[in-house]
């Protein structure tokens, strides 16, 4: 009977019951289809071939055993990375829960990288079987194995859309790939004596990448490990495309309900204030968590605040107490790169070890005091006139900004531009 993989694996018999995996378990026996349940070699018995013929039926019932616990640990890791109906889930909902389901089944730790728009990888699933090497296993996923020289290249999959297999990594070739003496403790401390990087494809674009590793020497990845891990990847790929289609779905219904109210406040106030405050409240309330509406000064040299907003009524009464810098400069990277480009700007994830690289220095003081987790930009303009920038941040709410979101935020900005190059709402001194 054929493995999970195609053909039978006799090499490591599990002795336990109830232990599941490819490639068996460290404390197996090996067996030989050559010898004896008595271990004794079937060539040295004399008079007769009921002990190799024995043998070789024992090593088909335990091949076919194996087969059966491989295919059934398959069939229960498929059954446990789903979601269920009608449950909203975000990218980081279904990694997390992808590295949990991984192991121990099929690795003895696993990373899961979420790619992100700018082709750079984010690790959202993190799982060490030992918990006490989780801390060095998390140290090794936010930045030290995303190498072209790295054990695994996780890079060459996320960039090629090919698995890369590396079945057996010895101390010489961990030593030759690290960058220092940290990453090297780290890797022996985690353990990597085989591995594979999986790329987690929707349509033709790679969207993930799993890397998974085994830490026995005597547990290597071959061919057949390979197929089920692409075959699992592709379970997590449909799971993703799901979450995202419901998402897409509560999405396009968040954004209705802001284009409704927005058109409201800006056709009810006629005061250019008071309209702002509104607009920037409907939009924090529709899309949220938090919303900015700052105008170019007549010079186009600064960014002055026009509106501040918040969904949660406490976070609202916490930023009117710390209000955001009146002013920022327009020339600042991130904004300089929307007003020029005349196009929106999603980071999905931003980490506030970024505050200080991505944002205007008056601007950081309040983005640690908000907590920045997810950050948009939609400039405003008429014609290719730059007005000023919608500035729109999420610090509660799980789902990170996605490119679905750009359309309708280039749409509302227009709205609002629209509102300022009528006259009804200059930039305030």
Known sequence: MADVGGRPRLVTIATTAGTSG?????????????????????????????????????????AELQTLRSRQALADLLTALSIEPGQS?????????????????????????????????????????????????????????????????????AGTGQPQLRPVIGDAALTASCRGPRELSALREVGMASAMAIPISIGRRVVAVMLLARTAAIRHYDSEDLAVAQRVGGRIAGMLDHARLRREVASSDAHAVARFKVGQAIDKEADAPVMFQAVSQRIAEALGDGCIVRLLDPAGEVLRIAAVA?????????????????????????????????????LPHVDPRQYDRILPRPSVAFARLAGFRSLALAPLRRQSRPLGLLVLWRDRSPQPYTREDLVQLQELAGWISLAVDSGTSPAPA
């Not at 750079?120 to 296993?137: F, K, M, N, T, W």
């Open 22 to 62: 490819w490639g068996g378990d460290s404390e197996g026996q090996s067996l030989d289809p050559s010898s004896s349940a008595s271990g004794r070699p079937a060539g040295g018995v004399r008079g007769g071939s009921a002990e190799p013929t024995q043998a070789l039926r024992l090593a088909a019932l335990q």
């Open 89 to 157: 889930a975000t990218d980081d909902d279904v990694l997390a829960a992808a590295a949990a389901g991984l192991v121990p089944t099929l690795a003895d730790w696993c990373i899961v990288y979420l790619v992100r728009i700018d082709g750079s990888l984010e690790p959202l699933g993190i799982r060490h079987v030992d918990p006490h090497r989780q801390p060095a296993l998390r140290e090794l996923g936010r930045d030290l194995l995303l190498d072209l020289a790295a054990p695994v290249p996780v890079l060459r999959a």
């Open 310 to 346: 918040h969904a949660d009524p406490a976070r609202r009464e916490k930023l009117r107490q710390t209000p955001p810098a009146p002013t920022v400069p327009a020339d600042a990277w991130l904004y300089q790169q929307a007003l020029r480009n005349h196009a929106p700007i999603v």
